[in-house]
């Protein structure tokens, strides 16, 4: 196995972690950069995220009439629900992961404080980072190796669907990077 992508990848997602962590300690000018291009892109990908899932509910919507009600499937629909689908999840995830609503260590988070509570942080924000970075580096790859097959139905390069992954990830990341530097959860505090 070749081990060099993944060793890439940790180097990367340490090397963001430091300079995360360095502009929060240092650099105000550029954290607020950072969040003024969050507060777009992720705005971006929430509402893009939102119109994928009125995509997915329509067409679902009309493969049902017409499979039942004029009794000719439309071909379409189903491919066109599992790619706006999943293009909804994986730019939804970015919106997840700055609202800092996944899953993660918020008992061990509450519970601490000073510098190991930062070092929580630090350390979620690298273990997110490497993930997000698995998902851009194979995402592309796999995009790029279905380029030239078409999706049943659509007819479309099959790489559409699969842009998701590498596009999400790559939203993801930039969630990621801004809920260190401005960690706000009010949902999360509020939990017991």
């Known amino acids: 196995m070749n081990f060099v992508p993944l060793a890439t990848i940790a180097a990367a997602s340490l090397l963001a972690t430091l300079l995360a962590l360095w502009i929060a300690a240092r650099a105000e000018p550029l954290r607020r950069a950072v969040l003024v291009a969050d507060r777009a892109l992720t705005g971006l ?14 067409a679902g919507l009309w493969q049902v009439f017409s499979r039942f009600a004029t009794e000719t499937p439309a071909v379409w629909s189903e491919a066109l629900v599992r790619t706006a689908l999943i293009w909804m999840a994986l730019l939804g995830l970015a919106v997840a992961l700055r609202m800092g609503a996944l ?22 924000l690298a273990t997110s980072l490497s993930l997000m970075g698995v998902l851009f580096w194979f995402g592309w790859g796999m995009a790029q190796r279905v380029k030239f097959q078409e999706m049943a139905g659509l007819e479309v390069s099959m790489s559409w ?21 401005d960690r706000r959860s009010a949902e999360l505090e509020a939990a017991v």
Not at 45 to 58: F, G, N, S, T
Not at 105 to 115: E, K, L, M, N
């Open 161 to 181: 669907g699969y842009a998701a992954i590498p596009i999400g990830a790559l939203f993801a990341m930039l969630g990621a990077f801004a809920h260190f530097l």
């Open 45 to 58: 990908a929430a509402a893009v995220a939102c119109i994928a899932l009125a995509v997915a509910a329509c």
């Open 103 to 124: 899953v993660s260590i918020d008992v061990a988070h509450r519970y601490s404080t000073g510098s190991f509570q930062r070092a929580l942080e630090a350390a979620s």
